[in-house]
């Protein structure tokens, strides 16, 4: 069963990387962070990296916490097995606490014994926006120290990786949707209007706009023009 420790270590940990998500921080920043959070929270990690892969696309190494892990990643997708590879393309959860003897992936685990100290290996699937998935994967040095205690651990990280990564993919959605509404010349025009007149922030004022259009069921668009022409004094206010 997990300890109550590693459960502690693990909330505070995933605390911080929800305050990187409210931030604002850029998908490399989070992915890095659960990488490091991994080595703190995971019982029997010492490396670690997140990769993902999108359809019709070569894997990409988001973040890694050092050329071991990396290098282990990129012999999983030469040797086509692994615990990455696993969780990628057929959302399988191994854990090899033990490479040494009797290896889930023998032609990883030749080239991973003879090229680097890790002894041990597990990998976890995470979501990570549409059409797009990935792996969190985590290796010890010494055999049987990934233990089911830390694999329970690992886990709970995956999982809130996936929470994290999808809340910065609709926080970046929404902003980027935000900043075009803005470039357009007739949105930006009464978005500066309603922050003037009415005293309140471009959010704000683009949240008005938002909420007539939806309660009118007419285009956004139209309903800043209305708001910039004001050619009906004795209109309803739309926003």
């Known amino acids: ?3 109550s420790v590693s459960l502690d270590q693990a909330a505070a940990a995933l605390r911080q990387l929800a305050e990187l998500v409210y931030q604002g921080e850029s998908y490399s920043g989070i992915y890095e962070e659960i990488c490091r959070i991994a080595l703190q929270v995971v019982p029997g990690c010492d490396h670690a990296c997140i990769t993902t892969i999108s359809a019709g696309r070569s894997p990409r190494l988001e973040a890694t916490t ?3 892990a990396a290098l282990i990643d990129r012999t999983e997708w030469e ?3 692994g615990p990455c590879v696993d969780a990628i393309l057929t959302d399988r959860f191994d854990c090899d606490s033990d490479i040494t003897k009797d290896p889930t992936w023998p032609r990883l ?3 991973v014994l003879a090229l680097t100290p890790v002894r041990g290996m597990v990998g976890y699937r995470i979501t ?3 059409q797009k998935v990935g792996a969190l994967n985590l290796f010890s040095d010494a055999p049987d120290a990934l233990s089911m205690e830390g694999a329970e651990v690992g886990a709970i990280l995956a999982s809130f990786a996936s929470v994290a990564i999808t809340a910065a993919r609709e926080k970046s959605g929404a902003e980027n949707l935000l900043a075009g509404l803005i470039n357009n010349r007739e949105i930006g025009k009464a978005i500066g209007v309603l922050m003037v007149t009415e005293g309140i922030t471009d959010d704000e004022a683009f949240e008005r706009l938002r909420t007539a259009s939806n309660h009118l069921n007419v285009r956004l668009a139209e309903i800043a023009r209305r ?3 004001d050619t009906d004094p004795g209109a309803p206010d739309l926003v």
């Open 128 to 130: 990570a926006g549409p």
């Open 1 to 3: 069963m997990t300890s």
């Open 227 to 229: 708001v910039v022409a």
């Open 66 to 68: 050092d050329e071991v």
């Open 79 to 81: 040797v086509r097995e």
């Open 109 to 111: 685990a030749e080239r």
